[in-house]
Structures are given as structure tokens and as C-alpha cells.
């Protein structure tokens, strides 16, 4: 799939979530973040055949939690949707590594090959990384009010994601399996 539209998919209903919030408030806005991430992943299944877990695991929180937004009138479950689906996935690697069984490995397994240290340091770091969005959320939304919350929501756990992600590639590349012959120096006779 084309990266931009990749992009689009995933930061889309997220955007929506932003405009509709701050033109008719956190009930549309979730309302319309619910309809974009269902629409969003529609889309996926139509141009790839499948659907990719963590849109799909993202979509039916999404849903619990602003359907309970929405008939119950009561914002606090779309606020603390970050922090559960962030301690769900904390807690989900963490006890994979205590099982022995590298979850992150399972779900980005196709896309990288690295050797199994750098599964595990890359686990450690996510989970780490998971239960502390989930704690800056709770502050967040607990002290600040609903405007300030969804900024952060948008500007600030979208960012931190990214940058942490960037953070990683230094041990995707020291831990990375090249192919025999593929990315070495030829050597001289």
C-alpha cells in the first residue's frame, strides 16, 4: 500500500477526531472518530485482503470506548481509552517476556529480522514505553481540561510515538539479520 495513504488510514480518524472536537465538541468528535477508524479499516480490508492487528485492536477500542462516551454522556471513557489499551499492551508484553514468548515478535516478526536480543530489548523498551503513555495520560486528562486533553491526544502522544520509534532504529540496525552477503563489504582476495 502507498505510504501516504497508510498514513491517511491511521492518522485520519485521529485529524477528524481534532476538527470535529474543536468545532462541535468531544461528543462529535467522537462520534466521528468512531465512524473514521471503522470507515479507516474498511478501506484496509478492500485494498489489502486482510486486516492489520493493530488497526483492528485499535478499532474495537475505539468503539467500547466511545460508544460508552456517547450513550452513557459521559467523556471520561474516550479520555481513558489511552490509558487502558496502553496498559493492555504494557501488560501483554510484559508477560509475554515472562513467558517466554515475544509478543512483538509475533506481530512485527514479517516486517523486521532481527536476532532475538534485539526482539527482546525492542519489547522491554515498548512496554516500558506503553506504561508510560498510559501514566501521561492519566495526568493529563486528570488535570487539565477537556481542550488541553485532546491536544495532547493529537499533538503530543502521536509525536512522542514517533520520536520513540525513531529512538529504536539504532538497535533494529545493530540487532538486524542481514541475507549472507547482502549488506557486506566485499572482501578482497
Known amino acids: 500500500m502507498n505510504p501516504l495513504l497508510r498514513l491517511a488510514l491511521e492518522a485520519g480518524p485521529l485529524a477528524l477526531f481534532f476538527i470535529v472536537n474543536a468545532r462541535a ?42 460508544g460508552l462516551t456517547l450513550w452513557l454522556n459521559d467523556e471520561l471513557f474516550i479520555k481513558i481509552k489511552p490509558t487502558v489499551v496502553n496498559l493492555l499492551l ?19 516478526g514479517a516486517a ?34 477537556t481542550e488541553i486533553w485532546v491536544n495532547f491526544k493529537v499533538f503530543g502522544i502521536m509525536p512522542l510515538s514517533l520520536l520513540f520509534s525513531m529512538a529504536q532504529v539504532p538497535v533494529i540496525m545493530k540487532h538486524q539479520i542481514h541475507p549472507e552477503g547482502e549488506g557486506k563489504p566485499d572482501s578482497v582476495a
Open 112 to 145: 523486521l529480522e532481527l536476532r532475538e536480543e534485539g526482539w527482546r530489548i525492542l519489547t522491554v523498551r515498548w512496554a516500558w514505553f506503553f506504561l508510560f503513555l498510559a501514566v501521561v495520560n492519566e495526568i493529563v486528562w486528570r488535570s487539565f481540561d
Open 90 to 108: 504494557s501488560a501483554t508484553l510484559f508477560v509475554g517476556l515472562f513467558l517466554k514468548r515475544n509478543l512483538l515478535k509475533v506481530v512485527l
Open 25 to 66: 465538541g468531544l461528543m462529535a468528535g467522537t462520534g466521528v472518530f468512531m465512524a473514521a477508524t471503522t470507515v479507516a479499516l474498511i478501506v484496509n480490508w478492500m485494498l489489502e485482503r486482510r486486516l492489520p492487528v493493530m488497526p483492528l485492536v485499535g478499532c474495537f477500542f475505539v468503539l467500547v470506548f466511545g
